[in-house]
Every structure is written in C-alpha cells, then in structure tokens.
C-alpha cells in the first residue's frame, strides 16, 4: 500500500512559479513510475507529467512543455512538480499517481488505472 500527499498549492500571480510535492509513505517507491494530473471545474482530469522509476525519462502535455518540470527524489520517496511561468487556465486541483508497471509516455494516453492517486493540491492562478 502506498500513501500520496500532495502540498505546495496556493493562489499566484499569472506568470509566477510554484513548486509542488507529492510525499509518498512505503519502502517501494522506486518501483513506481509517477505522474502529475490536473482537474480544472467542470472539466475531466488531464495529464501533466510523469516520470520513470530512476527519474531518467520524463514527459510532459504539450500546453505545459517549457513551463512545468518533474522530477523525483527516490531517497526522500518524493516527486516534485516546479510550475513556472504560469496562466490563468492552469488553474486546477492538482493530483500525484504512482504505477508499478507505467511507462511515462502510456501515462500520457492511459491513466485511469493508476494503482495510487493522491487527494490534490488546489493551483489557483490570478489574472
């Protein structure tokens, strides 16, 4: 069983940066390729980011590639998501999952089966 808790949310001025975490709890986290998924209102969840097991292959939706970074810290069991420049229409709930068997690019075509989603850390981006 693994736990995700996700922080780093908050409300920010278009154009700033953030940095959001996702800690995970267990001894297996280097077994699980993770990803980063957004939910806007009224809107379905979409793909951010993911990231291999060993963090050597990442990749990104194309309306964040250039802004937003992933990365993974495997001794501290933590992902990290740096935003940068940001806009209005990343406004979201933003969610981390881990797949024992993903790749980074099948979490860019099929997610609904991650093995374990966080709660979500609220992203609020003012105009």
């Known amino acids: 069983q693994v736990e995700l808790v996700e922080s780093g949310g908050g409300l920010v001025q278009a154009g700033g940066s953030l940095r959001l975490s996702c800690a995970a709890s267990?001894?297996?986290?280097?077994?699980?390729?993770m990803g980063w998924f957004r939910q806007a209102p009224g809107t379905e969840r979409e793909f951010v980011a993911s990231?291999?097991?060993?963090?050597?292959?990442?990749y990104y939706a194309d309306s964040v590639k250039g802004r937003f970074t992933i990365s993974r810290d495997n001794a501290k069991n933590t992902v990290y998501l740096q935003l940068n420049s940001l806009k209005p229409e990343d406004t979201a709930v933003y969610y981390c999952?881990?797949?024992?068997?993903?790749?980074?690019?099948?979490?860019?075509?099929?997610?609904?089966?991650?093995?374990?989603w966080g709660r979500g850390t609220l992203v609020t981006v003012s105009s």
């Open positions: 999952a881990a797949d024992r068997f993903a790749t980074p690019q099948s979490m860019g075509v099929q997610y609904d089966g991650m093995d374990y």
């Open positions: 990231i291999s097991r060993g963090g050597g292959t990442t």
């Open positions: 267990g001894r297996t986290f280097s077994s699980y390729a």
